[in-house]
């Protein structure tokens, strides 16, 4: 069932270094943090607000004042003070150095059209073996090769306006089954989303993105208002493929000089692996398959 309403926590308005602010307070053990119990029975989980300034060296008032966006400028000093007591991982850090000096300034704009460097285009198509596709920062899918549409889905039968990998996760059935971990595969993806929205919060179709899936699906909803961030990394995946059944891959994500809002996305197996033999047996099955389709074209003459 779908979900009405305004979408809270988008990446444009709103208050992203509070509630960032909030969220990771909320999610830290006060015990963990080193902080002694005095005795007072805590109403919410984690920190409290004096708390935070005490281990961040700040004012109560001023911890306040940030997370009610009373305060605009913030020192880099302050900023490291508040993710050493945070106990932020470095993605997270980022993430609050990118809200607390992007979001304040920086004026939204639109974003250019992506376009795809013919020479991208031929890598993917010379990938042969290794399935490839090339991403922007929001994960829309800009170029793909056979062999990515043999292991997730055939992007091109897709409207270019659902051709997104984080869109496909929670709004397609038959993607969302490949997952062998969906929620796990699924928070990832939103923590990746997250960052981006602090990165460049005036993005419009970012923001029509998040709103989308805030309101279409609850999982997005509540992971989007945990403020969990998490920028690109090594990482493998294990999906349950129709064809050839269980599939654990590797997930390499090369940056491209020339342009630097896409990248590079690379699935591989390790070498003399079981996943190894799926994926040739599926690339050759998807080969195969479209050579018949292609013989019984009705004119004759195939593709």
């Known amino acids: 069932m779908e979900h009405r309403g305004n979408p809270s926590g988008g990446p444009s308005g709103g208050n992203k270094l509070g509630d960032f602010l ?58 490291d003070a508040l993710a050493d007591a945070l106990e932020l991982a470095p993605d997270e850090r980022a993430y609050l150095f990118a809200v ?37 920062r929001r ?4 170029a793909w090769n056979t062999a990515a549409a043999a292991l997730l889905i ?31 595969a699924a928070r990832e993806c939103v923590a990746v989303l997250r960052m981006e929205a602090g990165r460049n919060p005036g993005d419009p179709a970012l923001t029509a993105l998040v709103g989308e899936l805030s309101v279409r699906d609850p999982d997005f909803r509540a992971w989007w208002g945990s403020h969990q961030v998490r920028g690109p990394r090594q990482l493998s995946k294990t999906y349950h493929h129709p064809v050839v059944g269980p599939l ?48 019984h074209a009705p004119d004759g003459k195939g593709r």
């Not at 969220?23 to 830290?28: G, H, I, Q, V």
């Not at 994960?139 to 800009?142: A, E, G, K, N």
């Open 139 to 142: 994960q829309d899918v800009l």
């Open 22 to 79: 909030r969220a990771r307070r909320a999610a830290l053990d006060p015990h963990r943090a080193g902080l002694p119990d005095d005795g007072r029975l805590r109403r919410v989980p984690g920190l409290r607000r004096e708390e935070l300034a005490q281990l961040a060296h700040v004012s109560p008032d001023y911890v306040v004042r940030l997370e009610q966006g009373r305060t605009r400028r913030v020192s880099r000093p302050v900023l």
């Open 248 to 295: 654990t891959l590797d997930v390499q994500q090369l940056s491209i000089d020339t342009q630097p809002d896409q990248h590079l996305v690379a699935y591989t197996a390790p070498p003399g692996s079981p996943s190894q033999e799926a994926l040739r047996f599926l690339l050759q099955w998807s080969a195969h398959t479209a050579d018949r389709r292609d013989d």
């Open 100 to 136: 607390a000096d992007v979001t304040q300034a920086a004026p939204a704009r639109q974003p250019a059209r992506q376009q795809v460097d013919q020479q991208l285009r031929q890598l993917l198509d010379g990938m042969h073996g290794i399935p490839a596709l090339l991403l922007n």
């Open 154 to 184: 055939d992007f091109g039968a897709l409207p270019p306006g659902e051709r997104n990998l984080i869109r496909l996760t929670f709004l397609d059935d038959a993607y969302r089954a490949l997952y062998a971990d969906w929620p796990r």
